[in-house]
């Protein structure tokens, strides 16, 4: 009894250091389940003791009604081991609700891992996807395309307030986690298994597009300001194209005619044609500033123009007063005067 006695002790001690041992604080969900099924293991163990204790309980009594001479000695040890036993119990019991416990915290974790991951990822691409778009390079021509930019762009802009919301949203989950962990002294071994996508890189990329959103605006705004000019200038050269351009057309048709027509002596005929002189020459300021006009929108490189059909290089030719009398088939000694004739 005395041998049985001693391994009772031996192995008492053993398992009570074990069953205080909060390895489960450091155990991911997967460990900590596999410490249930250990700890499951050791109370079926256990239980297979408890005849064997109450074995010893039985001999105890049975020496003392047989009045043996150490009975107190025995009965000291025999409460010792009931003590004992009791204590394994009491710490089986507690080790299995800690570890239950630790388990339903450790799913509520992974579940917010999991619910953290399946919203962080569509967001982080959203915020890759927005960067890109705002760092996008923009070629237009007309207002129409500027204004559908900044149309698009405003449009961005109202779902800010909502994906901020989104944001903080993941965010919290995230912080739940880490409540739950920290006020259960749970010790979280590496970061969310689901995503790479962390907070700080959630933040550091809303802060990229936040600082982006600004600059998107100016660009959109300066590039409106240059097409508002551009078309200013369209506007311009179309509204004095849309008149000088009748008017050379019908002087070359004169000229023509005349070239076809002639009448009269050559002085006549000269006489005549330096009155079409005299008026181009008159009607020069407005062929200056149309070419004024024109070099403005070559500067501003501008290549289209729906307000007008007329351009520099193919319908406004731009009449020469010297060409006059050649293009009536005039000999320039006829240019000379009567006196030359003579």
């Given at each position: ?15 009570e ?5 909060r390895d ?14 250990k ?5 079926s163990?256990?239980?297979a ?38 204590a ?5 019991h ?8 630790t388990e ?29 778009d ?39 989950i995230?912080?739940?986690a ?7 002294h749970?010790?979280?071994s590496?970061?969310?298994p ?8 959630i ?51 004169e ?12 002085e ?5 044609l ?6 181009i020459v ?28 007329y ?12 060409a006059?009398?050649r293009?009536c ?14």
């Amino acid at each position: 009894m005395q041998r049985r006695r001693s391994q009772k002790a031996r192995r008492g001690k053993g398992k009570e250091a074990m069953l205080k041992h909060r390895d489960y604080e450091t155990a991911t969900l997967s460990d900590i389940k596999a410490l249930i099924r250990k700890h499951e293991a050791f109370e079926s163990d256990l239980a297979a003791h408890q005849d064997r204790v109450e074995q010893i309980a039985a001999i105890a009594q049975e020496l003392n009604e047989l009045d043996y001479y150490d009975s107190h000695n025995v009965n000291t040890r025999c409460q010792k081991i009931c003590d004992q036993w009791d204590a394994l119990g009491s710490l089986t019991h507690s080790r299995r609700e800690a570890l239950e416990k630790t388990e339903k915290q450790l799913e509520t974790i992974d579940q917010l891992h999991l619910e953290y991951a399946k919203r962080a990822a569509p967001f982080n691409n959203w915020m890759e996807s927005a960067m890109e778009d705002l760092q996008d390079m923009f070629i237009v021509h007309t207002i129409e395309e500027i204004e559908g930019l900044i149309s698009a762009h405003d449009q961005f802009k109202s779902t800010l307030p909502d994906a901020d919301r989104e944001r903080e949203a993941i965010l919290a989950i995230h912080k739940e986690a880490q409540r739950i962990a920290e006020s259960n002294h749970i010790k979280l071994s590496g970061s969310n298994p689901y995503t790479t996508v962390t907070p700080q890189i959630i933040n550091s990329k809303w802060e990229k597009v936040q600082q982006l959103v600004p600059k998107r605006d100016h660009a959109l705004l300066e590039e409106q300001s240059k097409q508002q000019s551009n078309e200013h200038l369209r506007r311009q050269f179309a509204s004095q194209a849309n008149i000088v351009g009748p008017w050379i057309q019908t002087k070359m048709e004169e000229i023509g005619r005349i070239s076809i027509e002639m009448n009269g002596t050559l002085e006549d005929q000269l006489s005549h044609l330096k009155q079409y002189e005299r008026s181009i020459v008159d009607y020069k300021p407005n062929l200056d500033l149309l070419e004024q006009q024109h070099q403005l929108i070559q500067e501003a490189l501008i290549f289209d123009n729906k307000h007008t059909n007329y351009t520099m290089e193919a319908s406004l030719p731009r009449p020469h007063p010297l060409a006059l009398p050649r293009a009536c088939g005039i000999p320039m000694a006829a240019q000379a005067g009567p006196g030359w004739l003579s």
